[in-house]
T-cell receptor, first 109, second 112 residues
Framework: DQQVKQNSPSLSVQEGRISILNCDYT??????FLWYKKYPAEGPTFLIS?????DKNEDGRFTVFLNKSAKHLSLHIVPSQPGDSAVYFC????????FGTGTRLKVLA | DVKVTQSSRYLVKRTGEKVFLECVQD?????MFWYRQDPGLGLRLIYF???????EKGDIPEGYSVSREKKERFSLILESASTNQTSMYLC???????????FGPGTRLLVL
């Protein structure tokens, strides 16, 4: 029973356009949410997080949106760059974080 | 700068061997975690520890044990390695609740 789901295994976007990665969760007790980026043969790198008391958090080109009623969060990357090509994982939880299965983003030059 | 290190990047072991994977963090974090990453399954939590000598099972603890004798070190033990434990193992640490979790570079384990 997956508590955190990323339903799109892959996504391709043109350089300069917006990338939108989606994540759904089932546990309404989750109060902290994070996005990580992962390159092959490396550990995940933290990108951005959001607490359940907020609905939006921005950091440079990255913005995370949280819709608690829909139990949905999304990561927007604007503008997308070829170096953003990687696997993106969302995570959610309280004292332990549950990770989704990842979305492979490919930014085309 | 945040630093989580893992003892090996690549490891090849035989079925039935006892395997130790070590993780060290230099940030005085309370919480440490072991995950495995497999294609199509994402990162799955094996065990975690919120204090020295304390441990809790994650979602897939079967076939694994852990040890945390010192705050900075968290070891994952495969008592008798099996081929289905071939995977990428990732260690992470975190200061407290609702905070960023930092990952090590990972250990790619192959069990033959």
């Amino acid at each position: 029973d997956q508590q955190v789901k990323q339903n799109s295994p892959s996504l391709s976007v043109q350089e300069g356009r917006i990338s939108i990665l989606n994540c759904d969760y089932t546990n309404s007790m989750f109060d902290y949410f994070l996005w990580y980026k992962k390159y092959p043969a490396e550990g995940p790198t933290f990108l951005i997080s959001i607490s359940s008391i907020k609905d939006k958090n921005e950091d440079g080109r990255f913005t995370v949106f949280l819709n608690k009623s829909a139990k949905h969060l999304s990561l927007h990357i604007v503008p997308s760059q070829p170096g953003d090509s990687a696997v993106y994982f969302c995570a959610a939880g309280t004292y332990k974080y549950i990770f989704g299965t990842g979305t492979r983003l490919k930014v085309l030059a | 700068d945040v630093k989580v290190t893992q003892s090996s990047r690549y490891l090849v072991k035989r079925t039935g061997e006892k395997v130790f994977l070590e993780c060290v963090q230099d940030m005085d974090h309370e919480n440490m975690f072991w995950y495995r990453q497999d294609p199509g399954l994402g990162l799955r939590l094996i065990y975690f520890s919120y204090d020295v000598k304390m441990k809790e099972k994650g979602d897939i603890p079967e076939g694994y044990s852990v040890s945390r004798e010192k705050k900075e070190r968290f070891s994952l033990i495969l008592e008798s390695a099996s081929t289905n434990q071939t995977s990428m193992y990732l260690c992470a640490s975190r200061p407290g609740r609702k905070e960023t979790q930092y990952f090590g570079p990972g250990t790619r384990l192959l069990v033959l």
